[in-house]
């Protein structure tokens, strides 16, 4: 019995022929594969992300996907909804615009008080989390959203965030956006620190015409600069 199959590797399709014949258009293995995948029903998929304020605080919010969305097309949602977020109650304006910090990926788990009646939660609630993870693949999308464009299950392959999951235990994780140090500004803090220090240092001891003096200064002035990023870091973590 022939089979149905060229060895091209061309597949038959209703309406179409086999490629080779006299009698219509063909399709081969690649392009069925894009006409199935095409006819994907669209879903919409709720997630839940948690979102970190500069002192730390965290606050659960649903954001609105489809399952038929790219890795890059989630990201760049998810970079939307951040701003958007950073301009509501109860975040400030530091917040929006952090010196030193900047966005990053994490997974993590709510606490088993934080988890309850997420469906009917109000628009802001302030929850808690555990088994906080960092994910730099996710991190450097978040800034970049083109690397992830190619990434065409995303949305199927973390459906632990989505809300209605009914999975054992998967009802309670999140995708987390929370802050860690930004590099060029903490560089900048610390010149800054140094010119502060030095220059105060120098001042006093031209002014005095005593070294000794000028370095006693400058040593003062840095003990206490440390001592106040050391509290602005503490209550800010």
Avoid at 81 to 87: A, F, G, T
Avoid at 99 to 117: G, Q, R, W
Avoid at 170 to 190: A, D, M, Q, S
Wanted: hydrophobic share 45%; aromatic share 6%; with cysteine.
């Amino acid at each position: 019995m022939p089979s149905s199959k060229s060895a091209t590797g061309n597949v038959p399709l209703a309406g179409y022929t086999i490629e080779g014949t006299t009698r219509g258009p063909s399709v081969n293995a690649a392009e069925l594969a894009i006409m199935t995948s095409a006819s994907t029903p669209v879903r919409a998929v709720l997630w839940r992300v948690v979102f970190q304020t500069c002192r730390g605080k965290l606050y659960l919010h649903q954001v609105s996907l489809s399952n038929t969305n790219t890795g890059g097309e989630v990201l760049e949602k998810l970079k939307l909804e951040h701003q958007r977020v950073m301009s509501l109650h109860p975040f400030h304006i530091w917040d929006k615009t952090p010196v030193f910090f900047s966005p990053v990926i994490e997974t993590a788990v709510l606490s088993v008080n934080s988890a309850a009646d997420l469906e009917g939660q109000l628009e802001t609630r302030q929850v808690f989390v555990t088994q906080r993870k960092r994910e730099l693949e996710l991190t450097a999308a978040f800034h970049t959203p083109e690397l992830l464009f190619n990434a065409k299950n995303l949305v199927k392959d973390n459906a632990r965030f989505e809300i209605g999951n009914t999975g054992a235990g998967l009802e309670r994780e999140v995708l987390l956006i929370g802050l860690g140090l930004n590099w060029i500004g903490l560089l900048f803090l610390i010149l800054m620190n140094l010119i502060i220090c030095i220059g105060i240092g120098g001042v006093v001891g031209i002014a005095t015409r005593d070294v000794n003096l000028g370095v006693a200064v400058t040593s003062g002035v840095a003990a206490i600069v440390a001592c106040v990023q050391a509290v602005i870091f503490l209550v800010f973590k």
